[in-house]
């Protein structure tokens, strides 16, 4: 299918789906799709976004960073942006602070990072020897619940989860801890993730020697190393989050709990033509 063709179906379910997701699934670029939208004239969805930064940061001249924004828009707009938009919108538009800043080193804190083990080989010959693992973000009426996994690609099944309203270093242990509790594991186990703060920290490296567990990291820059965690991450919010507005926490936290019960133990996965349950408790 040519680039073009791809941009127009994008288009037509812009408000359907995010764009990155469909952007990501068509392996097309989001700068592709928004020149794509230039050269046919239509308004760019970020454009009221980028307005409401704009005046934000008029007030003192570009002094403020993406967490401030994000702060003034839920403060003075009462609106609910995910951090993440916010900043690629202020780099779209060229609204990214003006202000340099010192680097910042926590005392006491150690960045650990750790070599490309899974090298994006998804295959897995037994249960709990490959895991992968990252933190998605839920939107509510009431800000943004935020989601941990742990999934196993043996069969693709998830072994843990938890939820914060808060993205902590605290929320990715307990994470490792439920998934430990719950399962046995026999031989060497890989836990693969991004390079996000959890996953450098300290802690996690404290955590993951005291389980014997290995960890395994992506690369900088390189998404689709940890493609089997936002795999599931998309195929959750398209059959779930997207078709509803989620209005408080509790009822984010009672649809996680319902389509993670669904997906392992009762959704088909065509590969295998069973569940993820199904497939875990076939003899080896």
């Known amino acids: 299918m040519k680039p073009r063709l791809k941009y127009q179906i994008i288009h037509t379910f812009v408000k359907k789906y995010p764009v990155s997701d469909m952007c990501r699934f068509f392996e097309v670029s989001r700068s592709g799709y928004y020149a794509f939208l230039d050269r046919k004239g239509c308004p760019d969805k970020d454009q009221p976004l980028a307005e409401l930064i704009q005046e934000c940061q008029s007030k003192r ?21 995910n951090p993440k938009t916010v900043l690629r919108v202020m780099r779209k538009y060229d609204l990214l602070s ?10 006491g804190e150690q960045l650990h990072r750790y ?12 249960p709990n020897s490959k895991w992968v693992t990252d933190i998605s973000y839920i939107p509510t009426q009431q800000g943004f619940l935020y989601l941990s996994v742990i999934r196993d690609l043996f069969d693709n099944s998830i072994v843990a989860y938890k939820t914060s309203r808060q993205q902590t270093i605290a929320l990715v242990l307990d994470t490792i801890r439920s998934a430990m509790e719950k399962e046995s594991v026999a031989g060497e186990l890989h836990l693969h993730s991004d390079q996000g703060f959890q996953y450098t920290s300290q802690a996690y490296f404290n955590l993951t020697k005291e389980y014997g567990i290995t960890p395994s990291m992506s690369r900088r820059g390189n998404p689709y190393d940890n493609a089997m965690a936002e795999n599931f991450f998309s195929i959750f919010k398209t059959e779930c989050i997207y078709r509803q507005t989620i209005q408080t926490f509790d009822q984010a936290e009672v649809l996680i709990d319902d389509y993670i019960h669904f997906y392992n133990f009762e959704r088909l996965q065509l590969k295998y033509r069973l569940t993820p349950f199904e497939k875990r408790c076939q003899p080896a």
């Open 98 to 107: 003006e202000i340099r800043r010192k680097k910042y080193h926590p005392c």
């Open 61 to 81: 001249g570009k002094i403020h960073g993406y967490r401030y924004v994000h702060l003034w828009l839920a403060r003075q707009k009462h609106l609910q942006y």
């Open 115 to 126: 070599a490309n083990l899974l090298n994006r080989n998804f295959k897995a010959e037994h």
